[in-house]
């Protein structure tokens, strides 16, 4: 049996609208700096995440930010880096290389299938809790980003098969957590 499923406040097109923007912001840098990123081990990527989600807690706790640079932009960085953490699990260079031998439309390839995976999962995952994420509050989304940053680290150190598949369905989750809270913030 299908569900017919209609979003809330047209969650999907605020969604494809803001992740439209993250990929923008990632292909910019691509373009700029190359897949340089590709020299970051997945445990790296997860810390840079991880510097920004408690960024974001500092700023949701005190409001004041000495640099200038508001919550929405630390988001989008948690969201992009969380694809290219998949995509770094899912392609490990051999240790010590320098060789990135990805083509550009190859990344961006795989960039876009990541990005179709875990919105094919935000559909289904809201169908089954009724898009709980609207009643929360934004400090929670910020702290279940942090929760799960700190299993993938235990996760992404045990090395095994399992392990990797358990840190990027967190790595889905976390993305998506980050586009709830610009959805959110964009209210």
Known sequence: ????YRFQGDTLSNFD??????????????????????HFRPSSLTDQMLIKAKRIRQLEETGHSAVGEGIE????????????????????????????NDS???IIDSFNQIIEEIRSLMIK????????WRDMLPTSL???IVVKLMRIRELLTSQ????K???????????????????????
Do not use: H
């Open 1 to 4: 049996m299908e569900i017919n």
């Open 17 to 38: 609208e803001i992740v439209s923007e993250c990929k923008s912001i990632f292909l910019s840098k691509l373009s700029t700096y190359g897949p340089s990123w590709r």
């Open 73 to 100: 932009p630390e988001f989008v960085a948690i969201a992009n880096y969380a694809v290219i953490t998949i995509y770094q699990i899912r392609n490990a260079l051999p240790d010590c290389t320098n060789n990135v």
């Open 104 to 106: 550009i439309p190859e």
């Open 125 to 132: 995952k809201n169908q089954d809790y009724g898009e709980a």
């Open 142 to 144: 910020t702290d279940m």
């Open 160 to 163: 095994s098969v399992t392990g």
């Open 165 to 187: 598949k358990e840190a990027e369905s967190n790595l889905q989750d976390i993305f998506n957590y980050s586009i709830f809270s610009l959805i959110k913030k964009r209210k």
